[in-house]
């Protein structure tokens, strides 16, 4: 496969996981904000748009509105969900050869919309606009997984997505990591990550801080864990990896992954709140370096050709005419 199209496979993978959980942070706080009139909105705008890495202005007060603007709305911004769907959406189009038409489709029908959905959101609230992306994000994951060949193309893009997801769930908890531990806020990590339901039935309804953390960071079942992600990242890489397979052959890439996921396997559970701060920071460095990794020895980074100049020097001797 050209690297070009394995780096835009790889890149819709991120951009399209990245707006979907996105719309499902937002879409708690948004809730949160006009059903509890107990809550902050400023405080709580400034704490979502921290965690989803946007900056705040200490000058300028925010409102359901606003978080929504800067986060969802913002076409000025690559890193709002607008903006996040537009550069899936370029990379799917210099990538239509390996692409599904009607992953292609998808992903143009849902760009074309976003408008329409923001003034219907404006009118009716934001909700409607955060279930649209969720909605369509879901289509699109249906469509790789049945009509997409699981071949190079298919782990690439289910590499990045798998490498967002981990980043998105450790943003989740780490928002989390200094309140009570029974604080009904660990109820919102879950219920952005569509887990609720799951994890009740897991944990026969106890939801506190130690066993969110369990679930969300340990499970081996449930697909948006950062384990699970882990090892469904690692398979992906796995078959992608050109490495010889001898004692320390393994990719830096795989290295890293590896080294994250046995961490976390053979982690003592009853210590991991302890330091579950630093434990999330050594994820969220991993999701780093193993994308920077997986850069430089699968989309060539470094041009293929150095041109040199062949201007002779100042001064040099010329041919005789």
């Known amino acids: 496969m050209l690297a070009r199209n394995a780096d835009s496979l790889y890149w819709i993978g991120r951009y399209t996981e990245r707006a979907d959980d996105m719309a499902r942070i937002l879409d708690v706080a948004v809730h949160q904000l006009l059903e509890d009139p107990t809550v902050d909105p400023d405080r709580t705008a400034r704490q979502v748009l921290g965690v989803l890495g946007f900056p705040t202005a200490d000058d300028v007060s925010h409102t359901v509105w606003t978080l929504a603007d800067a986060a969802a709305y913002d076409t000025s911004s690559t890193a709002s969900i607008v903006g996040l769907i537009e550069s899936a959406r370029e990379n799917a189009r210099g990538a239509r050869e390996v692409i599904s038409s009607e992953m292609w489709e998808c992903l143009n029908a849902t760009h074309n ?75 919102s990590v879950l219920i952005s990550a569509g887990a609720q339901d799951t994890y009740v039935r897991a944990n026969r309804g106890t ?4 066993h969110v953390v369990r679930f969300m960071l340990l499970d081996r079942l449930f697909p948006r864990s950062v384990f699970h992600s882990l090892t469904v990242a690692e398979q992906h890489l ?50 780093l370096a193993v994308n920077d990794a997986i850069a430089e020895s699968h989309f060539h980074v470094s041009p293929y050709v150095t041109w040199t100049d062949t201007t002779p020097p100042a001064g040099a001797d010329t041919e005789e005419q």
């Open 113 to 187: 919309e976003l408008p329409n959905a923001e003034r219907r959101a404006r009118r009716l609230g934001p909700h409607d606009y955060f279930s649209y992306v969720k909605a369509r994000a879901a289509m699109f994951a249906g469509l790789t997984d049945s009509t997409l060949s699981h071949d190079t193309g298919y782990h690439y893009l289910l590499l990045g997505r798998s490498l967002e997801r981990i980043d998105m769930i450790v943003r989740m908890l780490h928002s989390r990591s200094g309140d009570r531990t029974s604080s009904p806020s660990w109820m």
């Open 238 to 287: 796995a078959a992608l990896d050109r490495s010889p397979d001898r004692a320390g052959g393994r990719s830096d890439a795989m290295t890293l992954l590896g080294r994250t996921r046995s961490a976390l396997e053979f982690v003592d559970p009853e210590t991991l709140g302890d330091n579950l701060a630093e434990h999330l920071a050594d994820v969220q460095a991993t999701c």
């Open 207 to 210: 939801v506190d801080a130690e």
